[in-house]
């Protein structure tokens, strides 16, 4: 089974090329994509110096577009898996067995890697923790299936999920709650794996108060209006 | 009763929209599909300003007692149904634009690796 790693990167000059040899490293049956969401920077020279498919956007279309666009090339080249890690070092990808292993074994379509199961050393300022947990009540509601991290990004996808995401995938910023309510009400199996996180390597978080305070508020709104909505597209695998 | 002077302003200004609005047309600057709200909401008004009874009877069957801001509320509400149209128009644009952008990227890609294949 092919697999490849979807790394959407805005303006990661400094990091990027050591994900993609860590990602090389724990895994060298991995192809690297790496979506470049607009980047002022050099993000988009690094990665392709490491040997990593390039996929330059014209502008800014935020992560849930550049995921989307990982996943297209994903479904077009016939990838079977496809994981998604993030540009700034918070993903350990000696870590991916762990994320692949409902994937390889069949019992899932899309994997999350959870900061809250198993043992928890996800250090994050407090509203940011009630805030996650939060979601994580609310989404695990409305799928019917206990989840405990729905938003992080650190995420598996098999086959069904790239064919129906590279159609369907919520776009914008925080996209990763909704798309678990999408992948949920499509019927792609969802299961949850405990990883740890590390700090980023570089960079802050691209979340200010206001910021996040508009973004929950956006997201409880699509959830639930999500409820509401019939699946874009079938399921299916071509 | 609407006061005339109130009926024949509104009913100019109603005949001016509808004007703007057929010239947009006409030099193509504006498209059918965005300007038949436009259109019913000049027709509307002006129906409602040149028949003054028919004004008078639906402003009282709501219980507006001065006419004229039944005449506001309709033009309020047609202008709220335009903005709303504008919404979903944007909101379209902006999920094609994203897909374009999208195929742009995946293509360029397949065009680059084709370069350096030949």
């Not at chain 1, 590390?198 to 979340?207: A, D, E, K, N, Y």
């Not at chain 1, 209006?225 to 299916?236: D, H, M, N, Q, T």
């Not at chain 2, 008078?56 to 506001?72: E, K, T």
């Amino acid at each position: 089974m092919r697999k490849i790693a979807i790394v959407p990167a805005l303006n990661e000059e400094r990091s990027i090329a050591a994900v993609i040899a860590e990602i090389r490293a724990a895994d060298p049956g991995f192809e690297v994509v790496v979506i470049d969401d607009g980047s002022t920077d050099r993000t988009a020279a690094r990665a392709a110096e490491q040997g990593a498919h390039v996929l330059t956007l014209p502008f800014n279309l935020g992560i849930g577009g550049a995921v989307q666009t990982g996943l297209q090339y994903a479904r077009e080249h016939d990838f079977g898996i496809a994981v998604q890690i993030d540009a700034d070092g918070q993903h350990d990808p000696t870590q991916l067995p762990q994320l692949l292993a409902p994937l390889v074994a069949g019992e899932a379509d899309v994997v999350v890697g959870s900061r809250f199961l198993g043992e928890r050393n996800y250090k994050a300022p407090f509203v940011r923790r009630v805030g996650i947990r939060l979601f994580a009540a609310i989404v695990s509601a409305v799928v019917g299936q206990p989840l405990t991290d729905t938003s992080s990004s650190f995420r598996a996808y098999g086959r069904r999920a790239i064919v129906y995401f590279a159609r369907d995938y919520p776009h914008g910023f925080v996209e990763s709650v909704e798309a678990t309510v999408i992948a949920s009400r499509c019927g792609l199996r969802l299961k949850e794996v405990p990883v740890v996180m590390r700090q980023r390597l570089m960079g802050q978080s691209s979340l200010t108060l206001p910021l996040s305070i508009y973004y929950s508020i956006k997201v409880l709104v699509a959830v639930f209006v999500g409820i509401f909505r019939r699946s874009a597209y079938e399921l299916k695998e071509d | 009763m609407t006061p005339l002077r109130v009926s024949i302003f509104a009913a100019i200004a109603a005949l001016i929209l509808l004007a703007v609005v057929f010239e947009l047309m006409r030099s193509r600057r504006l498209q059918e599909r965005y300007a038949l709200l436009w259109l019913l909401t000049g027709l509307v008004v002006f129906v409602l300003a040149v028949w003054r009874s028919l004004l008078g009877w639906a402003a009282g069957a709501v219980g507006i007692s001065y006419p004229p801001s039944a005449l506001f509320v309709l033009a309020s509400f047609f202008i709220l149904v335009v903005l709303l149209h504008y919404s979903t128009v944007i909101s379209r644009l902006s999920e094609q634009n994203t897909a374009l952008a999208q195929r742009l990227a995946l293509l360029e890609h397949e065009l680059e690796q084709e370069r350096s294949r030949a």
